[in-house]
């Protein structure tokens, strides 16, 4: 049960009493488009994000200091100290706010670690909406998405959710209009992350040395065939720079991608950096089928089906 924020109430009385629970979706890239290097060290990026149906939750409730424990995926492989995404948020809104970061945080994770899936920027996204709403800070969108934009590229657009345009380093993101529509995704999960600075090292490498893909480019196909609801024009569109290099990488990949086109995904591609691939499917029903079929080929370590767009980091 959450409180609302009580205008008239002394301060320590503000926010919730708790617990404030939070769920976030993981991200795929529908486009992801990689420019040159910027002088900061990231590269500009021309992409489309797109929230899916698989969850991490995140609980705030009130404490004496700050706290986070966890379950599910990474458990026991991720810190849980001031290097975690989830604690850098909670400092990071708690210093813009001037308020103490007491909290005793929570985190029940399926999105996999390092799994392109952008499962700690979802973290972040998840602690900035729990904590405003505990705390009783009530910052407005923006705001938070100024916060977000400084823990990491893909955060501000976890808060927002649904399917949106990121450009600069990805941190700048505004709605794709589109029709409503729903897309049906299998998601074959990996053994094992790949790491995203690495990814891009690599596909640097890859083009330097000339053996890299043509970019991408820009996102007019794509955005055109989000208008439509034919989910053959969409797979048509689909793209990502950083497949080079997460195949160079991690070269099983060309069979689960292989694997997700024979069981009859419309288009199959890598999710960000990887290692996570992801496939388009006719509808919800034909997903379950590809989903089985992909679990039988034994290519990956889980396979799950997941619709989207969804909301963005939101109280349940
Ligand atoms: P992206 O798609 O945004 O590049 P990713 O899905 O490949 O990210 P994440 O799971 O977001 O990878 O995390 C990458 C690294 O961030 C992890 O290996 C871990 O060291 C660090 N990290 C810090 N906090 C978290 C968190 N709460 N969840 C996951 N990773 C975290």
Known sequence: ???????????????????VKVRVPAKVNLHLGVGPLRRDGYHELNTVYHAISIYDELTARRGDTLTLTMEGEGTGELALDDSNLVMRAAHALAGYAGVLPHARLHLRKQIPLAGGLAGGSADAAATLVACDALWGTGLTRDELAGIAADLGSDVPFLI??????????????????????????????????????????????????????????????????????????????LGNDLQDAALAMRPALAETLKAGEAAGALAGLVSGSGP???????NGARAERIAAELTAAEVCR????????????RIV
């Open 1 to 19: 049960m959450t409180e609302a924020w009580r205008p008239d109430g002394e301060d320590e009385r503000r926010g919730a009493m708790g617990p």
């Open 160 to 237: 927002h959710g649904g399917t949106a345009l990121g450009t600069g380093r990805g941190e700048a993101v505004s709605p794709v209009l589109a029709r409503p529509t729903s897309w049906y995704w299998v998601v074959a999960i990996a053994d094992g992350g790949l790491s995203t600075p690495a990814a891009y090292r690599e596909l640097d490498r890859l083009r330097e040395a000339g053996t890299a893909g043509p970019p991408l480019g820009a996102t007019d196909a794509l955005l055109a065939a989000l208008r439509q609801r034919d989910p053959r024009v969409l797979a048509a569109t």
């Open 276 to 282: 996570t691939c992801v496939f388009l499917a006719e």
């Open 302 to 313: 889980e396979v799950r089906v997941a619709h989207g767009p969804v909301a963005g980091a």
